[in-house]
């Protein structure tokens, strides 16, 4: 049971009502994190901005967006983020052998390439210890250009920063949550 009541469609503020309605728009229902923001215009704008920027805005491939935010979600044990992600996950292309490694020895696995373990490295260290070392930086600037380092990075702190809000305020998986 969430810790604040939903704001369910009609609901939300009236300035919400425009990002419910895209938000939809891209999952086909109106996702239950976002109920929780639908309390705030500035918040729930805010969210619709970050799901056009993950989506539209961000080149970074979905299968290293994903590696990502899966690492992120897995670390901070967010059961919803879980859920979502790993169904995008496997629509990127991960396997369900290589989801599973998503953690503290991800880095280590063989079923990643080495460019796919930097991004663990990178990821998971950011969430345990919030700045990562200069080792797993360095792993990343092996493979990524600046941009991309700066996508993995938005990623990173994003799912960090979504997931304290969702595991704080109770967020429960859709019923209806199919990607």
Known sequence: MPK????????ETPEATVIY??????FGFVPNFVKLMGHSSGATQTMGAFVDAYFNKLNIKPRLREIAFLTVSRANKCTYCQAHHTAMAKKAGL???QIGVLGPNGFENTLLTEAERAVVRFAYETTKEVEASDEAIESLKKYFSTQEIAEIAYITASANFLQRIG????VELEEEATF
């Open 167 to 170: 595991k704080n305020l109770g």
């Open 4 to 11: 604040i009541p939903y704001a369910e469609e009609g609901e």
């Open 95 to 97: 396997t369900d052998e």
């Open 21 to 26: 309605k895209e938000i939809k728009k891209v």
